[in-house]
């Protein structure tokens, strides 16, 4: 039996967000013993808690979002495995990925694997998907936003709904730390029929209320791994996203969902298509992708535990030195214009933290 010692994001004791890699990829219980740890190296400084724990006597310790070489530090096991979140670390600059140089590098995103390769680090991607059960016809009716975030709001899910013929909007209020998006005026309310609901006891009960609802819109721009809008894939909900990773990763425009642009929302005209074979091709997605993610774990475990793959990033330093031979490399490859940009928002920022 192997022993792993996996360490998370605080944050995660609330959401159990971690729990879809604990369990999928260490679930079978006569192969694999699981420790959680939970990391507070996050948020305000009242907050903040710098990892103290030592973490040693394991076959494998993988760590999910956040790293840290002070993190590093307390552990003894020569076979560690980083789990990066897309949405947390998609913009990372060069310098930020130094604690995980030469680390066993997992994720269930491609986008992150190509940032990874650009850099000269190497990972090993696979798709995700979860278990399926029967097929049923969802109200497609019935619309489920979970407000996580402000770049996302009530008043974009109007925007996206144009004239279609809807019953209710649940609006779930439980937004993300540091997010307080509006919420609709009681005339609104009235208007346009929001109901609320709040947090859930358990994932169970999450997922029972979400099978209510045949329209789902996707919260947050950026998701960090690919869990929370499949589960509304695998019920047969209409999935609505950004048109950007992960989502357009698992989603075929029109086929077994839809895919908006982030920046310019529009109606998409729900009422042209076919939603009952949409939704079926989205459960039919979901069950054959579980298929293939099982058939995927041996791999998996392989890499995870197989000595030989430790990586030894070369490409990865080359490249942190023309950062400092070059202060603009460390943006990447960027036009005149962009650089203008950050420049004015280095200016920007400065002068904020002024007064």
């Known amino acids: 039996m192997k022993k792993i010692a996996f360490i998370t994001h605080s944050f995660h004791k609330i959401t159990k967000s971690a729990d879809v890699y604990v369990d999928e990829l260490f679930g079978d219980k006569n192969k694999f013993e699981v420790d959680i740890f939970y990391n507070y190296e996050w948020g305000p400084k009242d907050q903040y808690k710098i990892f103290d724990k030592r973490i040693e006597g394991y076959d494998a310790v993988v760590i999910l979002q956040l790293i840290s070489f002070n993190l590093l530090r307390n552990i003894n096991c020569k076979n560690i495995i980083f789990i990066p979140m897309y949405d947390y670390s998609r913009n990372f600059r060069i310098q930020r990925w130094l604690p995980s140089a030469g680390l066993k590098i997992l994720t269930p995103v491609m986008a992150m694997s190509d940032k990874l390769r650009s850099i000269g680090l190497s990972s090993y991607n696979y798709k995700y998907y979860p278990e399926v059960e029967e097929y049923c016809i969802p109200k497609f009716d019935n619309v489920y936003f979970w407000n996580r975030v402000e770049k996302i709001d009530y008043k974009t ?40 609901t709040d947090w859930f006891e358990t994932k169970t009960d999450y997922l029972s209320n979400l099978s209510n609802f045949g329209i789902y819109i996707a919260p947050r721009p950026f998701e960090g791994g690919a869990s929370a809008f499949i589960d509304a894939l695998k019920s047969g909900s209409i999935v609505i996203a950004p048109d950007i990773p992960p989502f357009n990763e698992y989603i075929d425009n029109t086929k077994n969902g839809f895919l908006y642009d982030l920046n310019n929302p529009k109606p998409l005209n729900l009422e042209d298509f076919n939603l009952e074979i949409i939704s079926k091709t989205a459960f039919e997605s979901v069950k054959k992708g579980r298929e293939d993610f099982e058939a995927s774990l041996p791999a998996i475990h392989k890499y995870i535990f197989n000595d030989e793959n430790y990586t030894y990033p070369t490409n990865y330093f080359e490249n942190l030195e023309k950062v400092f031979e070059d202060s603009w490399y460390r943006f990447g490859i960027l036009t005149n214009k962009d650089k203008i940009k950050i420049f004015f928002q280095f200016i920007f920022s400065k002068v904020k933290k002024r007064f």
């Open 157 to 196: 899910v109007l925007k996206l709904l144009g004239d279609y013929k809807y019953s209710k909007i649940n609006i779930h209020k439980v937004p993300d730390p540091g997010n307080n998006p509006p919420l609709p005026g009681k005339n609104e309310i009235k208007n346009y029929n929001f109901t609320f």
